[in-house]
């Protein structure tokens, strides 16, 4: 039988607005997916985990669905 080749879902997150005047778990959460500075972009893998995270500051960054091969 051949493998069925998987590929990972792969979000492309961007902050877009700052943190700065909500609480300090939105902050938290934002230095946890790895966000730093306005306009940075960083690649999470698509779970469960992340995607509560995402719930969370959705105000603040935007997300695009990526598949990696």
């Known amino acids: ?14 902050l877009v ?3 700065i005047g ?5 902050k938290a959460t934002v230095r946890a997916l790895g966000l730093r500075k306005m306009n940075q972009t960083v690649i999470q893998e698509d779970n469960l985990t ?3 995270m995402l719930s969370k500051v959705n105000h603040l960054v935007v997300i695009e669905e990526q598949v990696e091969e």
């Open 50 to 52: 992340i995607r509560g």
């Open 22 to 26: 909500y609480s300090e778990t939105h």
């Open 17 to 19: 607005k700052s943190p």
């Open 1 to 14: 039988m051949p493998k069925k080749k998987t590929t990972k879902k792969m979000l492309k997150i961007t």
